[in-house]
């Protein structure tokens, strides 16, 4: 859902319930969505949770939510117990981003959306032309967040946000849902029954926060109301394009473009930093995987998301504005090549590292502790990987002549704890 790493489930039209590949920013869990028993209240819980809302109400009324809101809103307001187990035994993300593709692209997700594309392509098409973001990039997050509307998440928001926010882990960000949530209500766009989504707060078709949905849906279909949990589409696709039309969509570039690399490329020139003309990329030997020369698009920078044994690919400032929605590089990889695919392009040509896996989040932290004790400060071990990690990584990796592609693989992890 935009702005926030949570995961629902991908229903597909036809078929068993696939889960769909939505993980968290790089390094941190993926939350899975599949239903064990669903636990169960105790009498304790409620009256736990009921006293947290009676402590909370003059706080929302603070923030400009009415009495009568807050009656309507938690009127037979029940402990959300499944939300609680949930969002305590999230299961660590430890998907290689080529497993991660084969999920998010598969046949079945593609074949349900030439079907989506078939049956809304008139809407798809004028909501292009009102906000100028590519309609099979839209198409592409519709069947990330909820596999085109088939499972849009059915727990009552508001219980599930207050009973979140009571619990605490992360109350200051579910109580701040919580109270965009309840805005929502008291903006009538929809009743408080019929809000409904994931476990965590994501709503609709396309998965929205309750934070997001007030700084980005829109009235696509003229009635009065941002409505993205019926089965009419039309406002939830409109939302998103209006966000990423927000977050910088550019009409007209690509997300990004696979590549191949030269012999003998200084990988020390790739990552989402460094940025270059595309004259300056085609001086340097790349060409598309195709074999030709690279079309003009203005800026990029050169992404390795499995290192220098995976695909390579150049990404534009549509990638960030994609990653607005999820900040996970899989994640904008996977919306982007989706779109690429429902458009009619080819598979990623590019091999992988096949049989590799990624590294545990101990691991992550032990790498970190290893780089910065080895002289490459990481800026701290908090087992995320991200851009001081990569640099410290680069620089060790040249320092003991390895290829400095950042890639935080076992193998890297081994020659750090070997020494040598």
Same mark, same amino acid.
């Given at each position: 859902?935009?702005?926030?790493?949570? +995961?629902?489930?991908?229903?597909?039209?036809?078929?068993?319930?696939?889960?769909? $590949?939505?993980?968290?920013?790089?390094?941190?869990?993926?939350?899975?969505?599949? &239903?064990?028993?669903?636990?169960?209240?105790?009498?304790?819980?409620?009256?736990?949770?009921?006293? %947290?809302?009676?402590?909370?109400?003059?706080?929302?009324?603070?923030?400009?939510?009415?009495p009568?809101? *807050?009656?309507?809103?938690?009127?037979?307001?029940?402990?959300?117990?499944?939300?609680?187990?949930?969002?305590?035994?999230?299961?660590?993300?430890?998907?290689?981003? %080529?497993?991660?593709?084969?999920?998010a692209?598969?046949?079945?997700?593609?074949?349900?959306?030439?079907?989506?594309?078939?049956?809304?392509?008139?809407?798809?098409?004028?909501?292009?032309?009102?906000?100028?973001?590519?309609?099979?990039?839209?198409?592409?997050?519709?069947?990330?967040?909820?596999?085109y509307?088939?499972?849009?998440?059915?727990?009552?928001?508001?219980?599930? +946000?207050?009973?979140?926010?009571?619990?605490?882990?992360?109350?200051?960000?579910?109580?701040?849902?919580?109270?965009?949530?309840?805005?929502?209500?008291?903006?009538?766009?929809?009743? $408080?029954?019929?809000?409904?989504?994931?476990?965590?707060?994501?709503?609709?078709?396309?998965?929205?926060?309750?934070?997001s949905?007030?700084?980005?849906a829109?009235?696509?279909?003229?009635?009065?109301?941002?409505?993205?949990?019926?089965?009419?589409? /039309?406002?939830?696709?409109?939302?998103? /394009?209006a966000?990423? @039309?927000?977050?910088?969509?550019?009409?007209?570039?690509?997300?990004?473009?696979?590549?191949?690399?030269? @012999?003998?490329?200084?990988?020390?020139?790739?990552?989402?930093?460094?940025?270059?003309?595309?004259?300056?990329?085609?001086?340097?030997?790349?060409?598309?995987?195709?074999?030709?020369?690279?079309p003009?698009?203005?800026?990029?920078?050169?992404?390795?998301?499995?290192?220098?044994?995976?695909?390579?690919?150049?990404?534009?400032?549509?990638?960030?504005?994609?990653?607005?929605?999820?900040?996970?590089?899989?994640?904008?990889?996977g919306?982007?090549? +989706?779109?690429?695919? *429902?458009?009619?392009?080819?598979?990623? &040509?590019?091999?992988?590292?096949?049989?590799?896996?990624?590294?545990?989040?101990?691991?992550?932290?032990?790498?970190?502790?290893? *780089?910065?004790?080895?002289?490459?400060?990481?800026?701290?071990?908090?087992?995320?990987?991200?851009?001081?990690?990569?640099?410290?990584?680069?620089?060790w990796?040249?320092?003991?002549?390895?290829?400095?592609?950042?890639?935080?693989?076992?193998?890297?992890?081994?020659?750090?704890?070997?020494?040598?």
């Amino acid at each position: 859902m935009a702005l926030a790493a949570l +995961l629902v489930t991908d229903m597909a039209k036809a078929g068993p319930v696939e889960v769909s $590949p939505r993980p968290a920013a790089r390094g941190a869990a993926m939350v899975s969505d599949t &239903r064990p028993a669903e636990p169960v209240a105790s009498p304790e819980d409620q009256a736990a949770l009921e006293a %947290w809302v009676a402590a909370f109400r003059p706080r929302a009324e603070a923030a400009g939510i009415a009495p009568a809101t *807050l009656d309507r809103a938690f009127r037979g307001l029940r402990y959300d117990a499944d939300a609680i187990a949930r969002d305590r035994n999230q299961a660590e993300f430890s998907r290689t981003v %080529w497993d991660y593709l084969a999920s998010a692209v598969s046949e079945r997700r593609l074949a349900n959306g030439r079907a989506a594309l078939a049956e809304h392509g008139a809407l798809l098409r004028e909501i292009e032309a009102r906000y100028g973001v590519d309609r099979h990039v839209v198409l592409a997050v519709w069947g990330m967040e909820s596999s085109y509307g088939s499972h849009r998440g059915d727990h009552p928001l508001i219980g599930a +946000l207050a009973t979140l926010a009571h619990d605490g882990r992360r109350g200051a960000f579910f109580e701040e849902q919580l109270i965009a949530a309840l805005q929502i209500v008291q903006q009538r766009d929809v009743e $408080p029954q019929a809000m409904t989504g994931s476990w965590a707060g994501a709503m609709g078709h396309t998965q929205f926060i309750p934070t997001s949905y007030l700084a980005f849906a829109v009235d696509f279909t003229g009635d009065g109301k941002r409505d993205i949990w019926s089965d009419n589409p /039309a406002d939830a696709l409109a939302s998103t /394009a209006a966000y990423l @039309a927000k977050s910088g969509w550019e009409t007209g570039q690509p997300w990004g473009l696979e590549v191949t690399l030269p @012999a003998g490329f200084d990988y020390a020139g790739s990552g989402k930093a460094l940025r270059r003309p595309t004259a300056e990329w085609r001086g340097l030997g790349l060409r598309t995987a195709e074999g030709g020369a690279l079309p003009e698009h203005g800026e990029a920078a050169l992404l390795l998301p499995g290192g220098a044994r995976g695909a390579a690919f150049l990404i534009y400032g549509n990638f960030r504005a994609i990653s607005r929605y999820n900040a996970a590089d899989a994640y904008v990889i996977g919306v982007g090549h +989706l779109a690429d695919r *429902l458009r009619g392009g080819p598979p990623i &040509r590019a091999s992988w590292p096949e049989g590799e896996r990624v590294l545990l989040s101990a691991e992550r932290v032990e790498l970190q502790e290893l *780089l910065t004790r080895a002289g490459f400060d990481t800026g701290g071990a908090d087992g995320m990987v991200g851009p001081n990690t990569i640099r410290a990584l680069r620089a060790w990796q040249q320092s003991v002549g390895l290829i400095p592609d950042g890639y935080a693989s076992p193998g890297v992890l081994e020659r750090l704890r070997s020494g040598v």
